[in-house]
């Protein structure tokens, strides 16, 4: 090959892995370890450069996937969100989005077939507590964070909203002498 043929070669190659790399979502992780047990969650972080996220990739009162994927969830100890019980396993996670409060979907629902929400797989719903975000977040940042060995809280952080709910492992258990 010519020396300029070879270099418009290249320079194709390398232009159109940068134009694939766009289109593609970048997947990030969280995880703590609480009482020695893991709880991880894996999620695409869309990044919205430029755009407002509401009206666009967050449309109010339907489900939302960041991404197009399902926060996917992992605890290898039984927890309680706000109120509801959740046994130790895999499960992914889905968002309702709403003006004022945002709900957490956790579905029993995992593998390739949770890219589609499917309502009646949800284990349950619990509300978000939603705050204002100092700055501008993106992009998306999904975390665990741990109050010691039996609280914590999850978090979801894009633009201008920060989405947590409070966790607990559920660290009772029977005692024989009862």
Request: proline share 8%; aromatic share 8%.
């Amino acid at each position: 090959m010519r020396k300029g043929v070879w270099f418009q070669f290249v320079l194709v190659l390398v232009a159109g892995g940068a134009v694939a790399a766009l289109g593609q979502t970048a997947m990030k992780e969280s995880a703590v370890k609480m009482s020695g047990k893991a709880i991880r969650v894996q999620y695409a972080a869309p990044s919205m450069p430029g755009a407002k996220v509401f009206g666009a990739a967050v449309p109010y009162n339907k489900v939302w996937l960041p991404g197009d994927k399902p926060i996917l969830f992992h605890t290898e100890a039984g927890l309680e969100i706000q109120g509801l019980a959740v046994p130790k396993g895999d499960y992914s996670l889905y968002i309702l989005p709403d003006s004022k409060e945002w709900q957490l979907i956790i579905s029993k629902q995992t593998g390739p077939q949770a890219g589609t929400y499917t309502a009646k797989m949800d284990l349950g719903r619990v509300p978000m507590d939603m705050k204002k975000a100092p700055a501008p977040v993106n992009p998306l940042r999904v975390s665990l964070v741990s109050y010691g060995s039996v609280a914590g809280k999850l978090e979801v952080a894009w633009e201008n909203v920060i989405a947590s709910v409070p966790f607990n492992l559920d660290v009772v258990q029977a005692n024989p002498e009862w």
